[in-house]
């Protein structure tokens, strides 16, 4: 079975400050993939960025980056350059390749911006 | 582009009362997720489709939800009848083949069951 630990119920930067959220996960797969959603309180589902487990470069978008350390087992969002904009709920969530598709959720982290 | 569409936005329901949710994928997605979000947690997978056909069903609890996808395109998920426990965010994604690359979701459905 999988699983994903999000270690971090909520996190405050300042604007245009770095922040790093957590996230490690667990699987006996070899091939997997790493998500990372953004919620905001109108409640869609963001996509931001995502990781494929043989990956040689950890995986970039714009101000996001993905810190994929595979013999830790973790997959880091970091925000660079925070906007207001980016007070949101932070889900990581992975899927094996093999056998079912089901895919797992953190439990999130709520990130907030201030001034 | 067109992205996820789901309807209604909000729905309110009395305990035993029959509820319907609504999903139009995102066109050229035959893969289609249906997930149950509780307060304060992640998304949780009800079901999972590719193009009319249910897999990954294990964990829609079926003596009272049901789901359908007939021509392989939109989505309905039932609730009959709801309880208090129903209470959640139905999200709906899709993503474009069988369950590979990223899932794009709705904006969700709201239930409060009184």
């Known amino acids: 079975a999988q699983k994903i630990t999000q270690t971090q119920p909520g996190m405050f930067v300042q604007e245009k400050e770095a922040v790093t959220l957590d996230c490690t996960y667990d699987?006996?797969?070899?091939?997997?993939?790493l998500f990372w959603y953004k919620q905001p309180s109108s409640g869609e589902m963001i996509f931001l960025i995502y990781?494929?487990?043989?990956?040689?470069q950890n995986a970039t978008e714009g101000r996001y980056s993905l810190n994929f350390q595979k013999a830790r087992k973790s997959a880091n969002l970091v925000i660079s350059a925070s906007q207001l904009g980016d007070s949101a709920m932070y889900f990581c969530?992975?899927?094996?390749?093999?056998?079912?598709?089901?895919?797992?959720f953190g439990r999130g982290t709520s990130l907030i911006v201030h001034p | 582009e067109a992205g996820v569409v789901q309807s209604p936005r909000y729905k309110i329901i009395e305990k035993k009362q029959p509820v319907a949710f609504w999903c139009n994928p995102i066109?050229?997605?035959?893969?289609l997720y249906w997930y149950r979000q509780n307060l304060g947690q992640g998304p949780e997978l009800l079901i999972r489709?590719?193009?009319?056909?249910?897999?990954?069903d294990s964990q829609l609890p079926k003596d009272r939800f049901s789901a359908e996808r007939l021509k392989g395109v939109d989505s309905t998920l039932k609730i009959q009848p709801a309880e208090l426990g129903d209470s959640a965010v139905y999200l709906c994604?899709?993503?474009?083949?069988?369950?590979?690359?990223?899932?794009?979701f709705g904006p969700g459905t709201r239930l409060l069951v009184l």
């Open positions: 699987t006996s797969d070899q091939s997997y993939g």
């Open positions: 990781q494929g487990s043989y990956d040689e």
């Open positions: 066109s050229g997605h035959n893969t």
């Open positions: 489709y590719e193009n009319e056909e249910a897999v990954d």
């Open positions: 994604a899709s993503s474009p083949r069988d369950g590979q690359g990223t899932q794009y």
């Open positions: 969530a992975m899927r094996v390749s093999g056998g079912s598709y089901i895919p797992t």
